[in-house]
């Protein structure tokens, strides 16, 4: 009687858990999925901020390319024209140096220089006078003391040794050269205006520098270089900059040329006679410094300039490509 009496009380208590039981079961399901719905959404998140603070490569665009100076007077010279230079070398192109001779005139009596001939005046006999920009004494015998030079009242008494020569009073000049002229002689008595060239090719850019990652970054200063056949004429260099966060700057750059030796100055010259229009290489290199990742940015625009006067010039062609080294 007495195990009788446990057994029915165990299966009324059993009885009595069973609804319990049937209840948790869904909740259990229930709290399962939603600890697996978190864990997903936690792994998502995980794998976007990863992806989001993943260092990116910074990137530079060169804009607004425009020529600021152009001043080319040699291509103002009356009698002036491209000698053909094609049995030149690479290492001697104009014929100034070792391979002095390579370059042949369209004629046989104009004045070589290179890259360049100029007709020269002659005398009637049909003989080279002098070289161009030669300087000698006039013939003042005929002037009074009082105007040794005939510059005032006795104007025309000296004399040069024929009408190819200009008459500056005490002294006779021939026409400059287009070595002097593009070297900046000045074209007054002979004086010599100093080290500057008269040739003068200046640019200015922007250049847009985007960060893309979620910290900033720091670059180092930036490097530009503008070249003629693989020849270095121009440079500049920008400051260091620091970049905040998927932000941007925009850094002004300019390159001012004012001195080109009479070489380069006579082959660009060359070649603005024989096509008209010059091609220019303008080059940068940058190094960003983006969380762990340091970055070299480079850029190269091949350049165009045409509609060339002798006081005027602008891009007819700008050609940029970019290339990026972690």
């Known amino acids: 009687g007495i195990w009788a009496s446990r057994v029915s009380r165990l299966m009324d208590e059993s009885s009595e858990e069973e609804p319990s039981s049937a209840v948790r079961k869904p909740c259990l399901r229930w709290a399962i999925l939603i600890g697996v719905l978190a864990g997903l959404i936690a792994a998502v998140g995980i794998a976007v901020a990863a992806y989001l603070l993943k260092p990116q490569n910074p990137s530079w665009k060169v804009t607004e390319l425009r020529i600021t100076s152009f001043t080319f007077p040699a291509l103002n010279i009356n009698g002036i024209a491209a000698a053909d230079t094609s049995a030149c070398p690479l290492q001697d192109i104009c014929g100034l140096g070792p391979a002095k001779g390579c370059s042949v005139c369209p004629m046989a009596d104009m004045w070589n220089e290179g890259c360049l001939c100029q007709v020269v005046k002659a005398d009637p006999s049909g003989e080279k006078t002098a070289a161009p920009g030669e300087i000698i004494a006039a013939n003042n015998e005929a002037c009074p003391n009082w ?28 026409p400059l050269s287009l070595a002097q002229i593009i070297n900046g ?100 290199h940058i190094t960003a410094h983006a969380s762990s990742v340091v970055v070299d940015c480079y850029a190269r625009c091949d350049l165009v300039i045409g509609s060339v006067q002798v006081t005027d010039a602008e891009f007819t062609r700008q050609d940029c490509s970019y290339t990026y080294s972690v």
């Not at 105007?147 to 021939?174: E, F, I």
């Not at 250049?207 to 670059?219: C, D, R, Y």
């Not at 503008?226 to 270095?232: A, F, P």
């Open 147 to 174: 105007d040794k030079c005939g510059l005032v009242a006795a104007r025309g008494c000296s004399k040069c040794p024929d009408d190819s020569w200009y008459n500056d009073g005490c002294t006779c000049r021939q």
């Open 185 to 284: 002689v000045e074209d007054l008595v002979g004086v010599v205006s100093g080290s500057r060239s008269a040739t003068t090719l200046s640019l200015s850019a922007k250049v847009l520098i985007s960060n893309p990652n979620a910290v900033g970054a720091q670059t180092d200063p930036a490097w530009f270089k503008m070249t003629y056949r693989d020849g270095i004429f121009g440079t500049a260099k920008t400051e260091a900059l620091y970049i905040e966060g998927h932000g941007s700057v925009t850094v002004p750059v300019s390159i001012k040329v004012d001195y080109l030796p009479f070489g380069v100055a006579s082959h660009m010259a060359q070649e603005i006679l024989q096509t008209h229009h010059l091609e220019v290489v303008l080059t940068g």
